[in-house]
């Protein structure tokens, strides 16, 4: 669409309310042309409103937002033309053969895709014979991925794409994500699966409870100052930088935050067997971000 602009999506204080339920509340980042974006959050963070108000679906209460240079309200018919988008949850007319609601994805779209998507039921082991109803949520959450990438958009919005695919068939998925990255197309993967994150994204936001809490990229991310605590010997410990603490038949780990002389401190009038402290793995960053 805009060539000239270099923000695949723009947004600016996005809002949307629910009466009294949560939605989100004054969201703003940016995703770069040609780069692979997480947008992570545990269920009910506001992943899906965020997506749905980027393709409106829905219309915001406040805020404004921009994909591949054009206004989300006043121009979302013509964003789709350039959008590959994998709902979480995938529907389809039931009585349809899978062929047919392929080729009917691409009519939709004025496109003879069935090159394309040749390939991609081939690589994703698509049946193309079945019936919508005979298949299970993965085989059709297939389906939905050939429907969304068969035309080559320039920006892919995913949410929660993998939910239902076995793990080679999820591997399958992200190489060709890679590959169509390699080609110039920017993808938007909203996951609450940090491993997803970590290994395939350049940048990632974190949502939690409708609220933008960092945006960054994941190495930065990473490097929150958190160690990893293990002791022996103490079972109870109650200090301020103390998270997702697990209690062990002879001791406890933690991830810890907060200044360390505190923490030694505390110890010290612990009858401590062993002490171990390290950088924590990045989920357990990621986990921080989430509580």
Do not use: W
Not at 151 to 165: A, M, N, V
Not at 252 to 265: A, I, P, T
Request: some cysteine; overall charge negative; proline content about 3%.
């Amino acid at each position: 669409m805009n060539a000239e602009n270099s923000c695949a999506i723009a947004i600016r204080h996005l809002t949307k309310t629910y009466g009294k339920n949560r939605g989100i509340n004054d969201v703003t980042f940016e995703v770069t042309k040609g780069e692979i974006f997480g947008f992570l959050g545990p269920n009910g963070a506001g992943k899906s409103t965020t997506i749905r108000c980027l393709l409106g679906l829905i219309k915001p209460t406040g805020g404004s937002a921009e994909v591949l240079g054009a206004d989300i309200v006043k121009e979302h018919r013509e964003i789709m033309r350039y959008i590959g988008y994998i709902p979480s949850e995938t529907m389809f007319y039931p009585t349809m053969k899978v062929s047919e609601v392929i080729r009917f994805a691409a009519d939709v779209r004025g496109m003879d895709c069935s090159e394309e998507a040749a390939k991609l039921c081939e690589r994703l082991k698509v049946d193309t014979t079945k019936k919508i109803d005979e298949l299970s949520l993965g085989n059709r959450k297939k389906v939905g991925i050939v429907c969304a990438m068969q035309h080559k958009p320039e920006l892919f919005i995913f949410d929660e794409p993998t939910s239902g695919l076995d793990p080679l068939i999820q591997a399958e998925f992200f190489e060709l994500v890679k590959e169509y990255n390699q080609q110039g197309a920017t993808c938007f993967l909203s996951s609450h699966v940090l491993s997803e994150v970590r290994k395939y994204c350049h940048r990632a936001a974190i949502i939690r409870e409708g609220q933008l809490i960092a945006c960054d990229t994941i190495e930065n991310l990473a490097h929150t100052g958190a160690k990893f605590v293990r002791v022996e010997g103490v079972t109870q410990l109650e200090i301020e930088g103390m998270s997702k603490a697990t209690q062990k038949d002879d001791g406890m780990e933690f991830v810890y935050s907060g200044d360390m002389n505190l923490l030694l401190k505390a110890l010290s009038e612990k009858d401590v067997k062993d002490l171990s402290i390290e950088e924590p793995s990045l989920d357990d960053v990621f986990m921080q971000y989430y509580g």
